[in-house]
């Protein structure tokens, strides 16, 4: 689908429609775009994801414009996917989304926490957005989420060719996904619709 067939698309369609069609549906424009088996890549992926970070199956989606080839994220406003793009990847736990919090919480209590406004915005939203490279602090939690995630990059590179940054949404819950991602359709259409 090209630009201005999307931008149709999303004007016609209600939030929630774009956001099962587009946001949770099984095609993912990268793995359909670098191979013929995009569907079996995809649930492939989604297993490699499971087992290393013992998360369900069902609770790991990628999103964003690796999925759609498009960023539906406002501030970009349907920017195609390129060479910097981030591949972003949903989790959904709330275990991991506690331990991660209480782990920056441990650190602001001692020191700055990088990028503090943005991760208590997000924390809000239900989610915590990291990075293989994030500072630790020398944190417990955060190296060990840091060594597990580092142990099997190359392998995720060699194996899916997934040579991007990888970005990881921990969400608590599937409603704080929805929730946020509603949002910023939201956002998104009005801006379409005020270009337009």
């Not at 989606?61 to 060479?83: C, D, I, M, Q, W």
């Not at 782990?103 to 991760?119: H, N």
Request: with cysteine; hydrophobic share 35%.
């Amino acid at each position: 689908m090209n630009k201005e067939n999307l931008i149709h698309k999303i004007n016609s369609s209600t939030e929630l429609d774009i956001y099962y069609e587009y946001l949770l549906g099984q095609e993912v424009w990268y793995f359909k775009n670098n191979g013929d088996n995009f569907s079996s890549d995809y649930d492939s992926f989604k297993k490699f994801i499971s087992r290393k970070l013992n998360i369900p199956f069902n609770n790991v989606s990628v999103v964003g414009s690796a999925k759609t080839r498009y960023s539906f994220s406002p501030t970009k406003k349907l920017s195609e996917f390129h060479n910097k793009s981030d591949f972003d990847l949903i989790i959904v736990s709330r275990n991991l989304f506690y331990d991660i919090w209480s782990a920056y919480r441990e650190v602001s209590k001692g020191q700055y926490l990088d990028g503090f406004s943005q991760k208590c915005g997000n924390i809000f939203g239900g989610f915590i957005s990291v990075k293989d490279d994030d500072k630790t602090y020398g944190n417990y939690t955060l190296e060990n989420w840091q060594k597990k995630v580092l142990s099997f990059k190359a392998e995720l590179q060699l194996t899916f060719n997934i040579q991007h940054e990888i970005n990881y949404r921990i969400y608590s819950d599937w409603e704080s996904v929805e929730a946020y991602h509603l949002k910023g359709i939201t956002k998104l259409k009005n801006i379409i619709n005020e270009i337009n």
